[in-house]
């Protein structure tokens, strides 16, 4: 081995003990021994009971009874967390919180005792190295002090060693290197068992993996909603906007009332939005808008007063279509209205809605323009993927595409209930 290969290796060795990881987890080690003193007096119990035992049968009593009281302390729940948000800390090692609510099914077995296993292992390793550590460290301390009178003594466990002359300088810095190293070993112990004792088990990944699927299904159903209500507010208000620049001068009541309309507009997307923010900040927001088939015909208005010529057939009993399918057939038709809107030529817009005992179908047909071939009609961006996705959710058939040369057709039909 070159000297460079060599040089090498000793700045490997020496880079564990120049980390303030390395002495942070030996602090936590250390505490988990502390903390585990005051059990030691009823662990001392059945010793003192049993006073004609042999002494060491008595210590190995206690210390059985000693790790059996610090694994019990590990079976309450919140012990768990603490130790997890700890280790995080201290150890530097990613862990997840431990799931929250009931104990999944199965982890009755071995999963139940994994974190008074970690506590036992932990109380022990921090005692094993709080120990040896502070004998050499106290050997290496005094060893250059007895030097001095001319001649040292090393003992440990019952060993003694006569250290004489500059031999005791060396002896000293290799007890402090061996407390060093140590310490190093105390804490890669921990970390390396903290993943494996304290990291989630199978059934906790398992309800890991369903709560994060929860958040993403509930995190694209809010962008779904931001895309609808504020997308389709957007384009209408600046239709709006257009329309009252336009008649400001030549008919002021028409320009206020499209004004108007923008400022309804905004107040509902204001509302909407709030929600929404309120849902990802994770905060209690009010009672979430609720826009139904009910709210179609304020709709249709807003369109109107945008300057949009809307034909609406409506049939059935739409206020009695059960809520869930009701919210979705608005979304439904606000985002075709708002397409229509967007990439029509001022034609009339058709929105056909039929609610039937066995099925809601929704219309929406606009002239886009009479252009034919590639490019005639406009490409979609998110909206009609979205609005795919969303049907496909509850069931339903959807189309959407060129109908002739210059219509454009949204057609949906979703499975219904109507209530009696």
């Known amino acids: 081995m070159g000297r460079p290969a060599i040089l090498a290796a000793m700045i490997r060795g020496i880079r564990p003990l120049l980390r303030g990881s390395t002495y942070s987890g030996v602090l936590f080690a250390y505490c988990g021994a502390l903390a585990s003193l005051p059990l030691l007096p009823l662990a001392l119990l059945p010793a003192l009971s049993w006073r ?10 206690v210390l059985l009874v000693w790790a059996v009281l610090v694994g019990a302390v590990g079976l309450a729940r919140p012990v768990r967390r603490a130790l997890v948000v700890s280790a995080r800390r201290l150890l530097r090692v990613p862990l997840p919180n ?20 970690w506590l036992v292992l932990h109380v022990a390793v921090g005692w094993t190295g709080a120990l040896a550590s502070g ?70 990944r398992l309800a890991l993996a369903a709560e994060r699927e ?34 400001l001068s030549a008919d002021p009541a028409a320009a206020r009332a499209a004004l108007r309309s923008i400022e309804e507009s905004a107040r509902a997307a ?16 009010g009672t979430a808008p609720t826009r139904t088939l009910t709210d179609l015909p304020e709709l249709l208005d807003r369109l109107r007063h945008a300057g949009a010529v809307v034909e609406p057939a409506l049939s059935g009993e739409l206020a009695q279509v059960q809520g869930t399918l009701s919210r979705a057939a608005y979304r439904i038709l606000q985002e075709g209205l708002t397409n229509a809107l967007r990439h029509g030529t001022g034609g009339p817009i058709e929105v056909r809605v039929v609610a039937a005992p066995d099925g809601l179908d929704l219309t929406v047909v606009n002239r886009t323009g009479a252009r034919t071939g590639p490019g005639a009609f406009p490409t979609s961006g998110r909206g009609l993927p979205g609005l795919d996705e969303r049907v496909r959710l509850l069931h339903g058939e959807f189309q959407a595409g060129p109908d002739g040369t210059q219509h454009w057709r949204l057609a949906v039909r979703l499975p219904v209930r109507v209530s009696a």
């Open 52 to 61: 004609s035992a042999p002494e060491s049968v008595q210590v190995v009593l």
């Open 98 to 117: 431990p799931v929250a609510g009931r104990r999944p099914s199965g982890s009755l077995g071995l999963d139940r005792w994994r974190t008074p296993i």
């Open 135 to 204: 004998v050499l460290f106290i050997m290496g301390l005094s060893l250059p002090g007895h030097w001095l009178g001319g001649e040292a003594r090393a003992s440990l466990f019952g060993t003694s060693v006569r250290v004489t002359g500059g031999w005791s300088w060396v002896v000293a810095a290799v007890c402090v290197l061996l407390a060093v190293t140590v310490c190093v070993l105390v804490a890669k112990a921990l970390r390396w068992s903290a993943p494996r004792l304290l990291g989630p088990s199978a059934a906790e």
């Open 214 to 247: 929860l958040l993403l299904a509930e995190r694209n159903r809010i962008a779904h909603e931001l895309h609808d209500s504020i997308g389709h507010t957007l384009t209408a208000a600046t239709v709006q906007a257009a329309v009252a620049g336009e008649l």
């Open 270 to 285: 204001l509302e909407d939005l709030d929600y929404v923010l309120g849902v990802l900040r994770e905060e209690r927001s």
